[in-house]
């Protein structure tokens, strides 16, 4: 439906997401994705989606998250916007409020003037029915076990997948618990047209992270990820860590904001990537940390997902007693 | 591996896994799990031999060990030689040995990769892999993500729980790597159920999100269907006093002279002590919600599932159906991925 070899895209990460990780990503047959919140301003912004053209030829989609934070503000969500339309990029992976809300519904209208495929990534039936009401060309349905911060009514993929693609018209992708050919099989089954994943593409030899994180993520197991943040209303799943016991040790004694904010800086983020300490940082990873094993390339991994999905489901045709 | 035409298996709800629906589901071509957690042994006994009745399929029958009675109930399923024991909530090493000796197989309900492995240390056949969106009592990890993680893990078969209403989500189930998929929610909605029709009707509509997953109404991780009585429940917590009328009715439904089953509780520690005490009032709550259809008082085990189910089919009509929209979903990957 992507136009792309391989249904598969990855998802929006923080500090991980620039030029180089995307255009692996998109070269090897997925859609690579450009976090836009990595910039700050119109010409660094509008100088990664040229340096990614350099590096491909392949459609690839930028990540704008419509939600208020101490760095990136409105004024950047619309400047973001008004640079994708301007270099027409191929498509927008938008999450947090509905654009229309966010930006307006001008927004909408410039974007799809210039041929460029919105999606919302939703945890909810109703956002997604509001995405497809007001223009959008598909849908991400991200379960209770991604990464990041599911916005869902913690309802997961296997449910929340098959709910969203029989009530909207538009395409689904899933999102949450998927690092390999048997995801990507289920989730097609259960009527998605493509997935996502962000854990998965961490432990990839062109991801330009410490390499002590990407071990960690063949060591951890699926059970290793915690829900945070349900008491300051942004629930995030992370991996368990020194510093996310804290925050959950805060929050149990109904320490507010203030004393949660130094915990769960960006730029600490930013540093933990860099210096490979799990415990430093709340890392934003979902429960299929479970089911990496190894670090192979972008191509390596998408070309055996793809195989291992189409053996699973031949093999498998035949248990259904018809 | 059990014989049965299509590998669909009804999970055992205690008073929905009542002999007649058992029959129903093996007379349809899948595999009935009885539920005996509210049986004393001569009610097992006489459940078994109603199903054997009713049909000449196989069938099998669960054993909850951290119900009281547990452990009788299961010696009278293995002196019956009921084909499938399903054993939950505890060791069931002892019920391998036995039915092992009859040729019977024996399922092991499971939340993770830890108790797996064990269960088929003592010589388990197959693991029923409970994700989070299940009915009562799953854990943390979703179906998602547990079943590969077993299925790489364990030389037994997986069968899944939690999730599966259709044929998308079985289709999902075996590209996983499961075996087979046992299913409560959807079953319980069909028209042999026992389930009463206020809550059948209850479950068409509500949706994926209209279920609480909490502690607090059986003591352990439980999902429920979200309803003001299953608010009130888990807001509450534990009611000593209603658990102690309601220990009472169930040594009446055991059996078991009152003092025995209070005293043998109180040895058993005070974390036991409270663990049985929420199960004492679940267990009512649960049978006037099945059996009454009470809006009031009844809170009702169900999956996230309960948002896919849309109908009221005869199970023969399900099971059908699913096979062919198996196959369906599986054409589809096959053609996304060509």
Request: hydrophobic letters at 45%; one cysteine or more.
């Amino acid at each position: 439906m992507f136009g792309v070899k391989y249904p598969v895209i990855c998802g929006a990460m923080m500090w991980l997401c620039k030029p180089a990780m995307c255009a692996a990503v998109s070269n090897a047959g997925g859609i690579g994705n450009l976090t836009a919140a990595n910039y700050e301003t119109e010409d660094d912004f509008r100088a990664a989606i040229q340096e990614t053209r350099r590096l491909t030829d392949k459609p690839f989609f930028v990540a704008i998250t419509l939600l208020p934070s101490v760095r990136i503000t409105s004024e950047h969500h619309k400047m973001y916007v008004k640079v994708c339309a301007e270099e027409r990029v191929a498509g927008i992976e938008f999450s947090g409020t509905p654009l229309d809300k966010a930006a307006g519904m001008e927004a909408v209208e410039l974007l799809k003037k210039a041929g460029v495929k919105m999606f919302h990534k939703v945890g909810a039936l109703r956002h997604a029915q509001h995405a497809e009401k007001i223009g959008f060309d598909g849908i991400y349905a991200a379960g209770i076990e991604e990464g990041g911060h599911p916005l869902s009514d913690d309802v997961t993929t296997m449910v929340l997948t098959p709910r969203i693609a029989e009530s909207v018209k538009i395409p689904v992708v899933s999102v949450g618990g998927i690092a390999d050919g048997r995801g990507l099989a289920a989730a097609l089954s259960l009527g998605a047209e493509g997935v996502m994943m962000a854990s998965r593409f961490i432990a990839t030899k062109e991801c330009e992270v410490h390499d002590n994180i990407k071990q960690e993520l063949i060591r951890r197991q699926e059970f290793d990820t915690v829900i945070y943040g349900k008491s300051i209303g942004l629930q995030g799943r992370g991996l368990k860590s020194k510093v996310l016991e804290e925050v959950l040790a805060i929050e149990a004694r109904n320490g507010g904001f203030e004393e949660l904010i130094p915990l769960l800086s960006g730029q600490k983020v930013k540093q933990a990537w860099e210096t490979g300490d799990v415990h430093y940082a709340p890392l934003m990873v979902g429960q299929s940390i479970g089911l990496i094993r190894d670090i192979p390339t972008c191509q390596e991994l998408l070309d055996r997902m793809a195989k291992e999905a189409i053996e699973q489901t031949q093999r498998t045709a035949k248990l259904c007693g018809v | 591996m059990v014989g049965i035409k299509y590998p669909f298996i009804l999970s055992g709800m205690s008073w929905i896994s009542v002999p007649k629906m058992v029959a129903a589901v093996a007379n349809a071509g899948g595999l009935g799990i009885l539920a005996t957690g509210p049986m004393n042994a001569a009610q097992t006994r006489e459940a078994i031999r109603e199903i054997r009745s009713m049909t000449d399929k196989p069938f099998g029958a669960n054993a909850s060990l951290m119900f009281p009675g547990a452990a009788e109930n299961a010696k009278v399923l293995l002196e019956e030689k009921v084909p499938v024991i399903n054993f939950a909530l505890g060791k069931g090493d002892w019920i391998v040995k036995e039915a092992h000796k009859y040729g019977g197989k024996v399922f092991a309900t499971v939340v993770n990769v830890k108790h797996a492995k064990r269960a088929q240390d003592f010589g388990t056949d197959a693991v029923i892999a409970t994700g989070q969106e299940a009915a009562a009592h799953g854990e943390e990890v979703t179906s998602l993500v547990l079943i590969p993680h077993l299925a790489e893990n364990l030389k037994i078969p997986v069968i899944a729980a939690g999730g599966f209403a259709d044929g998308r989500g079985i289709a999902a189930a075996l590209a996983l790597g499961a075996e087979g998929i046992a299913m409560g929610t959807r079953l319980m909605t069909t028209k042999e159920s026992p389930l009463h029709d206020n809550f059948k009707k209850l479950t068409l509509e509500k949706d994926v999100y209209d279920t609480l997953f909490s502690k607090r109404f059986d003591g352990i991780l439980c999902r429920v269907m979200k309803t003001d009585a299953a608010q009130k429940a888990i807001k509450k917590g534990l009611n000593w006093p209603a658990a102690f009328f309601n220990s009472q009715d169930i040594a009446k439904q055991l059996n078991l002279p009152y003092i025995k089953l209070f005293l043998g509780v109180l040895a058993s520690g005070y974390s036991n002590s409270k663990q049985l005490a929420y199960l004492a009032n679940a267990f009512k709550a649960i049978r006037v919600a099945t059996e009454n259809g009470d809006f009031k008082e009844g809170v009702l085990p169900v999956g996230q599932v309960q948002g896919l189910i849309h109908d009221i089919p005869t199970v023969a009509e399900l099971f059908e159906r699913i096979a062919k929209e198996t196959k369906a979903a599986q054409a589809k990957v096959n053609a996304a991925l060509d």
